[in-house]
């Protein structure tokens, strides 16, 4: 799919939709809407192409599971925000870089080589517990995206803060 072949109004739509979501999770889209519009056509070609809306700035591989680290919102957001006010492709950004008291610079990239990621994917696999923990009738998952914890069997199907999906749910120890 062609980014430029995306109908303005449905493109506008995603954007509004992503931009209400970002704003209940307390976060801030970036202001330059021309660059911000074409981060929106990205997420919306790589979801028509992936099934999901994986980074805009990053290769995809193909494969969700491999991927569920770059699916927007990465994993990285929040680690980016908080050392350099802006996500890795700045469609996210501090409140400083909204307010215009401060502009987005490049970041270098924080995800691991793929290599890196199977043994961290495969020793964080190996750690899960069984049960809960101690004391707790119910384990605990917390969303890898922004952190948000819940106690019960089964991670939700959408994370209530940052919408990211069941997938993105890790035991918490």
Not at 4 to 13: G, K, L
Not at 29 to 40: A, I
Not at 74 to 94: F, I, K, M, N, Q
Not at 152 to 168: L, Q
Request: charge should be negative; proline fraction near 9%.
């Amino acid at each position: 799919m062609d980014p430029d072949a995306i109908p303005e109004e449905e493109a506008r739509r995603y954007f509004e939709r992503l931009k209400r979501d970002a704003e209940r999770g307390g976060y801030h889209l970036n202001p330059d809407d021309d660059m911000t519009m074409d981060l929106v056509r990205g997420l919306m070609v790589n979801e028509e192409r992936f099934g999901y809306p994986s980074c805009p700035c990053r290769l995809a591989s193909g494969d969700y599971h491999e991927d569920l680290d770059i699916v927007c919102p990465c994993d990285y957001r929040d680690p980016d925000l908080g050392d350099y006010d802006a996500c890795y492709c700045a469609l996210y950004v501090s409140g400083a870089i909204l307010a215009g008291e401060k502009e987005a610079s490049p970041i270098p990239e924080r995800r691991p080589a793929r290599e890196e990621r199977e043994k961290l994917r495969a020793s964080r696999d190996a750690a899960q517990p069984a049960a809960g923990p101690e004391g707790l009738s119910q384990p605990v998952w917390r969303c890898r995206v922004c952190g948000y914890l819940c106690a019960r069997e089964e991670p939700p199907e959408v994370c209530p803060i940052c919408k990211a999906k069941k997938e993105r749910f890790e035991r918490f120890m």
